[in-house]
């Protein structure tokens, strides 16, 4: 046999790809339904979500935490090379990668859309950009499945082809009535197209017309909204879909169904105690006493229940003469008390598995758990820093991006900073770092510039031509500063000596100066002469301070 002989060009290969898996829980191509196997559907889980005290407390929480500081619009790059496109972080004068001095600065100007847009209100329900980002957290606390929609206008040519579009409005999608529209391989945008004239029209081919406007240029559809038994299709860059806890191909797993028991428990429980409070549908107990006169006894049982009706804490109490003072009397309980129970305990432990998951973590204001234990009231929630970066990750890393990029903006990235404030004194101590390394690198030979936000840059100063002057070559003879690049200034040199000369000793553990990170690593100079397990060795030596 003979082979052929290939001459190898990438021309000439053969292209194949590793097969895409397929996913078990798409089940035909088209609109795809969320997992119900456990019998709890949307808007079961957004009721329950609703009536707990627990859930609604930690998701608003979580929410207020999360977007405490709104959010801010930051410069992608500090310079932009316009040869070569590459993104400078720092402040530069030439470009690292082609060395071209073409360099620019984030584009304003298209900011200017969007920030007109999102400073009024971004919906016909008046709703401002950031309500609609809380309702979207709350989607994903509750359901795990949150659907960004932004409305848009195109501008078609004649061909129905777009030309530009527009960003009119921006809603939250509903996870009970949206859904992914998605191949069996969860792929999105292969099954339906659309016309976006007519958006009420569906074909399962791209190589179709509108039968109403004859159109060809049909657009896939990636979501669909099936709601009062319509579907509304949207296409790509219309919806955004994310999940938090479980992303997947399609959609997220909802907390709730993780925390069913706990939370229904908790909602029984409440309601337990509403009812034998408001309504006592059962007398705490009764008692009971042998009798010969059952007529008597179902005459008096009638009396009881009127009773009761006027009175939820009545207990009823029957004295029957017996002949020669027998028979027995005794005290039947019907409800346990709430200590019996366990009440508070058990109450405690499911509403810590419920805070735990979303990372809030609640303290109990003045507990006085042994005087009955219903008093506990004013419960403070923290919500965790961690839990409050993880949400801000989720909206700064897939949300903001879709919008900045339907927005068309390249050179600004939107941003939830972080809930926690920045300590001011923290500041400025990183500035005074950031001055004592420019200070360092200028004594090292750069030239050091400072741009409008007060960040340096660094630069080689041309190599001077050897300089022919007549005399005094050997004063003009650059002064060799052994120190530089420390944080040690030659003039303060003699001063220090001295002082070290009048200690007579060299000092034990020397003082650095304030900034430098101090790098020993021996065992802490506090508990010399302790054992070393006494001690604590988890200091970080940077933040120590010397005192006396
Ligand atoms: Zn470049
Ligand atoms: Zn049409």
């Excluded at 109450?347 to 609640?362: P, T």
């Excluded at 919008?403 to 404030?421: A, C, H, Q, R």
């Excluded at 101090?518 to 001690?535: H, I, V």
């Amino acid at each position: 046999m003979v082979e052929e002989k290939r001459r190898f060009s990438i021309a000439n290969l053969f292209r194949r790809t590793t097969p895409r898996p397929a996913d078990r829980k798409v089940f035909n191509p088209g609109i795809q339904e969320k997992d119900n196997s456990y019998m709890l559907t949307a808007p079961i889980i957004y009721h329950i979500a609703n009536q707990s005290i627990i859930v609604r407390t930690c998701v608003t929480q979580l929410k207020n935490e999360i977007f405490r500081r709104g959010y801010i619009w930051e410069e992608k790059f500090v310079a932009k090379c316009d040869d070569c496109c590459k993104e400078h972080k720092t402040p530069t004068l030439e470009c690292v990668d082609c060395g071209s001095t073409n360099l620019s600065k984030p584009n304003r100007d298209q900011l200017k859309y969007a920030l007109s847009f999102m400073e009024g209100y971004v919906n016909k329900s008046e709703q401002l950009f950031i309500d609609v980002l809380k309702e979207l957290e709350d989607d994903l606390n509750i359901m795990d499945d949150g659907y960004l929609v932004l409305v848009k206008e195109y501008f078609l040519d004649n061909d129905s082809e777009i030309m530009m579009h527009r960003i009119k409005e921006i809603y939250r999608g509903d996870p009970v009535g949206m859904h992914i529209y998605a191949d069996e391989l969860g792929e999105r945008g292969t099954e339906g197209f659309t016309c976006l004239r007519h958006r009420d029209f569906i074909s399962d081919t791209p190589v179709a017309s509108c039968p109403n406007c004859g159109a060809t240029e049909l657009y896939p559809i990636h979501y669909v909204n099936r709601v009062n038994g319509e579907e509304q299709y949207f296409l790509e860059g219309e919806v955004l879909h994310f999940s938090k806890y479980t992303p997947s191909r399609l959609y997220g797993l909802s907390p709730l169904i993780t925390l069913w028991n706990s939370v229904t428990t908790l909602i029984a429980m409440d309601n337990y105690i509403n009812s034998s409070y408001t309504k006592a549908r059962m007398p705490r107990g009764l008692l009971a006493v042998q009798t010969r006169n059952i007529e008597s006894m179902k005459s008096f049982w009638k009396g009881v229940k009127e009773k009761m009706e006027q009175d939820p804490h009545f207990i009823p109490v029957m004295g029957i003469e017996s002949e020669g003072g027998k028979g027995s009397i005794e005290w039947i309980k019907f409800m346990d008390s709430l200590k019996e129970m366990d009440y508070v305990s058990v109450k405690d432990d499911l509403r810590d598995r419920v805070s735990g998951f979303y990372g809030v973590s609640k303290i109990f204001m003045a507990d006085n758990s042994s005087s009955g234990g219903l008093n506990n009231e004013g419960m403070q929630i923290l919500v965790t820093n961690r839990a409050v970066e993880m949400a801000q990750t989720i909206w700064n890393n897939y949300v903001f991006p879709f919008v900045t990029k339907e927005f068309g903006i390249t050179d600004w990235v939107l941003k939830l900073p972080p809930s926690e404030e920045e300590d001011e004194v923290a500041k400025l101590r990183k500035r005074e770092l950031e001055v004592n390394i420019a200070a360092s690198i200028k004594n090292l030979g750069f030239e050091i510039d400072m741009d409008d936000e007060g960040r340096f840059s660094y630069s080689k100063p041309e190599p001077k031509p050897e300089q022919e002057s007549a005399g005094g070559n050997q004063e003009e003879k650059v002064e060799l500063d052994p120190y530089a690049g420390t944080n040690i200034d030659a003039s303060q040199l003699g001063q220090m000596q001295e002082e070290m000369m009048n200690q007579g000793k060299k000092q034990e553990n020397p003082a650095t100066t304030r900034n430098k990170p101090s790098m020993d690593s021996g065992p802490d100079k506090r508990f010399s002469g302790l054992p070393e397990a006494a001690g604590n060795q988890n200091v970080d030596k940077r933040t120590e301070r010397r005192v006396g």
